[in-house]
């Protein structure tokens, strides 16, 4: 039994592919790194946790860009 929290089956509800939500994940991961403001109260020492727990709520979204 696996100890990740969120579960990637909650993950997998808010995105479209596990490759989405590792570029989202680690994008906020990095905003959080940098000193951008989270969304919730921390719930961990870790900006990778926080991140994916603001995906998991529902508090981040993505939008994937076509080039042109």
């Known amino acids: 039994m696996s ?5 990637t089956d909650t ?3 808010k ?3 596990r490759y989405g939500l590792v570029v989202c994940a680690a994008k906020r ?3 959080l790194l940098a000193g951008a403001e989270p969304l919730d ?3 961990s020492t870790k900006n990778v946790t926080n991140a994916l727990e603001e995906i998991a709520e ?5 939008v994937i860009q076509k080039e042109q």
Request: charged share 15%; aromatic share 4%.
């Open 15 to 17: 995105v479209n592919s």
């Open 11 to 13: 993950l997998m509800t």
């Open 3 to 7: 100890m990740v929290n969120p579960s």
């Open 29 to 31: 991961a990095r905003q």
């Open 58 to 62: 529902g508090k981040i979204h993505y």
């Open 41 to 43: 109260e921390l719930q």
